[in-house]
């Protein structure tokens, strides 16, 4: 209660302290303001017009330290001053221009467009070469500020660099596309889409081999993975060193390592990861098929050649044909079926 009771009269204190100190300072740019030419001996046009630069700086400086004043305090006192800092000066501003216009006007300048503010703001910029209210905070940038600058900027270079990848995925894809259509018109083939969704490669088997069959595939592309880690587990020689060469590493035991190979081939068959010429390697057996797998990017590749009909690759209505797209997708490589047009 004792606070609530002494409030008024702290505040009437503050209130006093500022109004006193301000109204000092406001006096002063007032002698400043006040138009007291008459009672001066007539001034050159040189003359008239320094001494506006320095009523003009005089009363930005004031402006200045008056802020400075209102910066002390509590958050509360510090709006109610600065907002009563700026009414002074804004009423001492007005009073400043309207002085200089009349002042200017006996010198021959005129606002001759009727803005006489405006003109009168150009005249103060190019004859005093500074302006009442320049306000410095706000022409400062803040730290703040420069984060979320350099941060939009950051943003926006981001933004070009995917751009340009994604032009440049598009544009090596259609090229390869060009490339691989121009391979496979010459033999009457073409491309037949399969969804890209970590299957792809079984289930481009899956579709030549129905192609192949005359109707529905033999093997899904579920048991085709099976199949595939079935013949790996069981060969795991031929396979072992190629599939974890990248994940081996030095001192790993006997065990370590066949745990891992087991893990890999685990991962064949019961996940979407992706399959490769590995895998491709064992299918060619599993089945007893020759591949050829086209593309438009590297040279055409052949497995099982020991499965390859005596007609050859391209008029073969045994062997499994498909096709490798390195640009097809952003994630990375495709496998698609290649059939008759």
């Keep these: ?40 001996e007539e001034e050159t046009r040189d003359e008239v017009l320094a001494r506006h630069r320095k009523e003009i700086s005089q009363l930005q400086k004031k402006e200045v330290e008056m802020k400075k004043q209102a910066a002390r ?9 600065k907002k009563q800092v700026e009414e002074e000066v804004s009423q001492l501003s007005t009073k400043l221009k309207e002085k200089h216009t ?8 005129s606002s001759g467009n009727g ?15 500074v302006t009442v209210s320049s306000q410095p905070e706000n022409t400062k940038v803040s730290k703040a500020k420069q984060r979320r600058d350099k941060r ?25 596309n060009e490339k691989l259509e121009r391979k496979l018109k010459p033999l009457g083939l073409t491309v037949c889409e399969i ?8 289930r481009a088997v899956e579709n030549q ?63 979407a990861i992706w399959g490769g010429q590995l895998e491709l390697g064992a299918l060619t057996h599993c089945l007893k098929k020759h591949i050829v797998i086209f593309s438009g990017s590297f040279p055409d590749v052949e497995m099982g050649k020991e499965y390859k009909p005596v007609d050859g690759i391209c008029s073969s209505s045994s062997s499994i044909k498909l096709s490798y797209h390195k640009h097809a997708f952003g994630l990375g490589e495709h496998y698609n079926s290649v059939v008759s047009t």
């Design 1 to 40: 209660m004792r606070l609530c009771c002494r409030w008024p009269e702290t505040a009437r204190k503050l209130s006093r302290v500022f109004t006193m100190e301000d109204t000092q300072e406001i006096d002063e740019v007032q002698e400043v303001i006040s138009d007291k030419t008459s009672e001066k």
């Design 73 to 81: 305090g509590s958050k509360a006192e510090q709006k109610t001053k």
């Design 102 to 109: 009349k002042e200017l006007s006996t010198l021959g300048y």
């Design 115 to 129: 803005n006489e503010k405006s003109n009168l703001d150009n005249l103060v910029k190019a004859i005093a070469g």
């Design 152 to 176: 939009a900027q950051q943003e926006a270079e981001r933004e070009l660099r995917i751009q340009a990848e994604q032009n440049d995925i598009i544009s090596d894809r259609m090229v390869e």
């Design 195 to 202: 969804k890209p969704d970590g299957h792809c490669l079984y």
């Design 209 to 271: 081999l129905g192609h192949l069959s005359g109707g529905k595939s033999p093997y899904t592309y579920e048991e085709l993975r099976k199949l595939a880690a079935a013949y790996m587990r069981k060969h795991t020689s031929d396979f072992l060193p190629f599939c974890l060469s990248e994940n081996l590493i030095e001192g790993d035991s006997d065990e370590s390592i066949a745990q891992k190979f087991e893990n890999y081939c685990k991962e064949v068959e019961s996940t």
